[in-house]
């Protein structure tokens, strides 16, 4: 069973911080958190920020220089660390996981927590 938990989401005026945190877990495999994705109402949901399996970092154009993604090895949890937030950055942001079996390799599947509001007043 693979577990993503996200917190920290909630309200804030424009301009203002949060930080974002999603802590992974799994009974069989191992649960590795990657990205942090958002949807809004009608729309796909799109990437904001991802680790690759090199261990470098790549953003969305729209966040760049605003976010922050980082990580906890020892807690098994990453973090969104979210600054001079935007109106346009409300959405509910979902974590993003990939799973590894004992033998190192990678299971298929969509892995996804159960999303965390953000919401930013202007």
């Known amino acids: 069973q693979v577990q993503l938990v996200e917190s920290g989401g909630g309200l804030v005026q424009a301009g203002g911080s949060l930080r974002l945190s999603c802590a992974a877990s799994?009974?069989?495999?191992?649960?590795?958190?990657m990205a942090w994705y958002r949807q809004t109402p009608g729309k796909q949901r799109e990437l904001v920020a991802t680790f690759t399996r090199s261990g470098s970092t790549n953003y969305a154009d729209s966040v760049k220089g605003r976010f922050t993604i980082s990580r906890d090895n020892a807690k098994n949890t990453i973090y969104l660390q979210m600054n001079s937030l935007k109106p346009g950055d409300t959405a509910v942001y979902f974590c993003n996981a990939e799973v590894v079996d004992y033998r190192g390799t990678y299971v298929p599947g969509n892995y996804w927590g159960q999303g965390t509001q953000v919401t930013v007043s202007s």
């Open positions: 799994g009974s069989i495999f191992r649960v590795d958190p």
